[in-house]
């Protein structure tokens, strides 16, 4: 009986043990979720930058793929689809056919209601100190620059001023909004995007560089939304939206 109790008593000590073990099962298992959610997101990132880059080319003449695929996924070079299977060089393969070509352009001023919609911080150690990998030790200010490209190549540009500014905080998702005006002839709108990590002594521009381009808004229907985010950062993610009326 003696020998019984023993067993028994130890037994209940290694299932104390294994339940003591649970809560490090669950950071675990936490910190897993979270680096699968950013590698899900990096390969949604990679994924819209080579729509992207498809998209410009079929745009610029200059896409690998025929005239007629270009026409079918984007809707360029559809002048010369049916009369070619390849790619042509001229500046005439890469426009609308002529019964679209006249909308390329808006032809009166509209309005755009631009809103920042979403913002997250992906890398640790902005200010210099790891906090832990939280990343949420930044302080983004966000602006957003957007020139408006006339038919000819002419553009001028307006800035959004600070839609966003956040202190140690590693995500945020609203509607930041700015109404902007479009001039007549805008045929492009080209959206840079600013993101700037406040320092006391000196601000460290975290920005991806790139800019993102919506080709021939002649053809929006009033307030179609267009959805864009900022598919080259590293540092961060980032999106917003916007709409002509």
Not at 23 to 52: C, F, G, L, W
Not at 141 to 151: E, K, P
Not at 186 to 194: R, V
Not at 203 to 224: P, V
Request: hydrophobic share 25%; charged share 20%.
């Amino acid at each position: 009986m003696t020998r019984k109790l023993i067993l028994l008593f130890t037994t209940s000590l290694l299932l104390i043990a294994c339940a003591d073990e649970n809560p490090m099962y669950t950071v675990n298992h936490e910190i897993s979720d979270a680096e699968r959610e950013y590698e899900d997101e990096q390969d949604q990132q990679k994924y819209e930058r080579e729509e992207q880059r498809q998209k410009n080319a079929c745009y610029n003449g200059t896409s690998t793929n025929s005239a007629s695929w270009c026409c079918y996924n984007y809707g360029y070079q559809c002048s010369t689809a049916k009369s070619s299977s390849s790619v042509k060089s001229s500046s005439s393969s890469y426009r609308y056919s002529s019964s679209s070509a006249k909308n390329a352009y808006i032809t009166q001023s509209k309005t755009m209601e631009f809103s920042l919609t979403y913002y997250k911080q992906v890398t640790s150690a902005w200010d210099g100190v790891s906090a832990g990998g939280a990343y949420s030790d930044g302080d983004p200010t966000i602006s957003f620059t957007i020139y408006f490209i006339a038919s000819g190549g002419q553009s001028n540009s307006s800035s959004t001023g600070t839609l966003l500014s956040l202190q140690d905080q590693g995500s945020w998702s609203g509607i930041a909004s700015k109404t902007i005006t479009v001039p007549t002839g805008t045929q492009n709108i080209k959206i840079c995007p600013k993101v700037i990590d406040k320092d006391a002594f000196s601000n460290d521009d975290m920005s991806s560089g790139e800019c993102y381009t919506k080709y021939d808004i002649g053809d929006l229907a009033n307030k179609s939304v267009v959805k864009q985010s900022d598919t080259y950062a590293s540092k961060y993610s980032l999106k917003w939206e916007w709409y002509l009326h």
